[in-house]
């Protein structure tokens, strides 16, 4: 039983590397997987059907609700220019880092 198992394996190990060869153009693996006339794509699973969500192509919310166009999924930023976003971020960090050290320095004095 388990020699059965191991040969279908090897079998399909071998399949799998010809195609991979044959992908990167290797001749030798083209003519081999033709001799066995076996395709490129042959046996092989489609992939999933996409959902009706998928279809709408929306953006989705945390909790499935669909979010106006411009907004990202957080609905924090309209979509546009990374650069004004990433001068706020870092703004907003500076100022961050600015009470932190106030604070530190409240906490020392006491």
Same mark, same amino acid.
């Given at each position: 039983?388990?020699?059965?198992?191991?040969?279908?394996?090897?079998?399909?190990?071998?399949?799998?590397?010809?195609?991979?060869?044959?992908?990167?153009?290797?001749?030798?693996?083209? *003519?081999?997987? !033709?001799?066995?006339?076996?395709?490129?794509? &042959?046996?092989?699973?489609? %992939?999933?059907? #996409?959902s009706k969500r *998928?279809?709408? !192509?929306?953006?989705?919310?945390a909790k499935g &609700?669909?979010?106006?166009? %411009?907004?990202? #999924?957080?609905?924090?930023?309209?979509?546009?220019?990374?650069?004004?976003?990433?001068?706020?971020?870092?703004?907003?960090?500076?100022?961050?880092?600015?009470?932190?050290?106030?604070?530190r320095r409240v906490?020392?004095?006491?």
């Amino acid at each position: 039983m388990q020699a059965a198992v191991d040969a279908k394996r090897a079998a399909k190990a071998e399949r799998r590397q010809l195609r991979r060869k044959a992908a990167q153009g290797d001749a030798e693996a083209i *003519e081999e997987l !033709k001799s066995r006339r076996i395709e490129t794509g &042959q046996n092989v699973k489609p %992939g999933k059907k #996409p959902s009706k969500r *998928e279809k709408k !192509k929306g953006l989705v919310g945390a909790k499935g &609700q669909m979010l106006p166009e %411009g907004v990202l #999924p957080g609905g924090l930023h309209e979509v546009g220019d990374i650069h004004e976003r990433a001068m706020h971020n870092s703004e907003k960090a500076m100022h961050m880092r600015q009470k932190a050290q106030e604070n530190r320095r409240v906490a020392r004095e006491m």
